[in-house]
């Protein structure tokens, strides 16, 4: 009872509140992205909070079962969690007055679960409010809804004495957003690993994950495929909020070169919207025309889940859909830049080319590659030229050996000149690579995404994932 009294007088206290009439305010977007919020007091905050109400958005439009998590952080650390989770949908253009959407109240206050609208229950989250009230400049609100569109938060209320305001100001936005290999996403593309099984001094690679949530653990399933015979080997790995992982291909797929694909899963193996996977992989390996080694660093191509909840599991299989609705988009046409001049040797560089399986299984994924090049010529004026290459799973082509008309390589890269290119597949289907130089600049970067292939199927085998206790 005594929770429960609770309850009703802080949201009696924010329904009296004066409030003033606010025009609807930016929609969170697409489900599932993490919008952040800094506290920023526009009065003097009690100093030991009874509470902290965040008060409702102008506009609600949220399914059945739809969920809201406003998660407490301290700088990047999870302090405390509230939610609302809506048993029924909610259309509502003007929420007024406003009522809380999450609340966090002092450790070791029972609270129980409040109803502030129709449908909707609200579970509060317990922190020591006095350290918040005390430097809020260091703590920010994680907000995510699961499905639905929500206006922005616009201000808490500090309940206390005296009564504090709080303006929430958008501070950031998941970079899950936008394609590319420096945001997480929910599946991740490694574009190379390779390893020696007799010298992996002489050529192995790093392979790195990491969980950039500050909430949540996930499972992970990794697909690793072989570019000369298309075979596929996968592995099961978990990982705690905030936690990284390193592996090495030596040990997991000794003498094998090829590519990976990471997908989040649940705990049945099934891929789930999780966008917060980063990683990136160290790639040692002999440089083609130098004595020593080289060693690129390449970031994971990673796609966000744009659909809530996981993929279903039909017949032991989960058919993945990107098409920036279920999944983002992949890339088609892709681009190689700064190729420098192959002159005698002095640079050698190396362009990788593969199309993504549709079924992680195992399968011969082929595909014919038109491949296009831009430089200058004496005269300083633009020129092109362009060949066709036939990729099987996955294949290295040195630029050096490249046949191209009318212009060759020799022509198109004299000494101390660079070109770049652009491949795509004939028949329009997605192409991941990268590139790798050694000479006077040793290095090496993926593939840069021109255009998205609108729609492309990939299937991977749904096993269990079980996670250490």
């Known amino acids: 009872m005594i929770a429960s009294r609770l309850w009703l007088k802080l949201f009696l206290m924010v329904i009296i509140l004066p409030v003033a009439v606010v025009e609807p305010r930016a929609a969170v977007g697409i489900s599932g992205d993490a919008l952040y919020f800094s506290l920023q007091p526009t009065s003097p905050l009690p100093f030991s909070p009874s509470s902290l109400l965040i008060q409702s958005p102008s506009f ?89 569109v929500m206006g922005t938060p616009g201000r808490a209320v500090a309940t206390g004495n005296p009564l504090g305001f709080v303006d929430l100001k958008l501070s950031a936005i998941s970079a899950a957003t936008v394609i590319g290999d420096q945001k997480p996403g929910s599946v991740l593309f490694f574009n190379r690993y390779t390893s020696s099984a007799s010298s992996p001094a002489l050529e192995d690679t790093k ?4 969980n950039t949530s500050a909430t949540a653990s ?20 978990c990982l705690a909020a905030q936690q990284t992982i390193s592996l090495r291909a030596s040990d997991i797929d000794p003498g094998v070169k090829g590519y990976i694909v990471a997908v989040a899963t649940n705990a049945q193996g099934e891929p789930i919207q999780f966008n917060w996977l980063i990683g990136n992989v160290v790639v040692r390996q002999a440089a083609a025309n130098l004595r020593n080694l080289v060693t690129p660093i390449l970031s994971a191509l990673a796609i966000a889940k744009r659909k809530e909840g996981a993929v279903t599991n039909t017949a032991g299989f989960a058919e993945m859909i990107f098409d920036d609705v279920n999944y983002e988009r992949l890339p088609g046409q892709v681009a190689f830049d700064s190729v420098p001049s192959q002159f005698n040797g002095s640079n050698a560089t190396v362009i990788s080319l593969y199309r993504p399986q549709s079924n992680l299984t195992g399968e011969v994924a082929s595909a014919n590659v038109q491949l296009t090049a831009w430089g200058r010529n004496d005269q300083n004026d633009v020129i092109t030229t362009g060949g066709n290459l036939s990729v099987a799973c996955y294949t290295d082509f040195t630029v050096a050996a490249l046949r191209l008309t009318p212009t060759t390589i020799a022509q198109l890269l004299p000494l101390e000149s660079t070109a770049w290119f652009a491949a795509s597949t004939v028949d329009g289907q997605p192409l991941l690579g990268s590139q790798y130089n050694s000479g006077e600049f040793n290095g090496g970067t993926n593939a840069r995404p021109l255009s998205l292939v609108s729609e492309y199927r990939i299937r991977v085998p749904v096993s269990p994932v079980t996670c250490p206790q």
Do not use: H, M
């Open 218 to 237: 996930v499972q992970l399933r990794l697909f690793l495929v072989n570019s000369a015979s298309c075979e596929t080997i996968n592995y099961g790995i």
């Open 60 to 148: 609600i439009r949220v399914p059945q079962g739809a969920l809201l998590s406003v998660y407490l952080l301290r700088g990047n650390t999870l302090v405390s969690t509230s939610t609302l989770e809506f048993q029924a949908a909610l259309d509502s253009d003007r929420v007024f007055p406003p009522v809380p959407v999450a609340s966090f109240v002092p450790l070791g206050i029972s609270n129980e679960p409040g109803q502030p609208l129709p449908g909707a229950t609200l579970r509060s989250g317990q922190a020591d409010l006095s350290k918040v009230a005390n430097d809020p400049s260091q703590y920010r609100l994680l907000w995510i809804l699961s499905s639905g």
């Open 207 to 210: 392979i790195n994950i990491t």
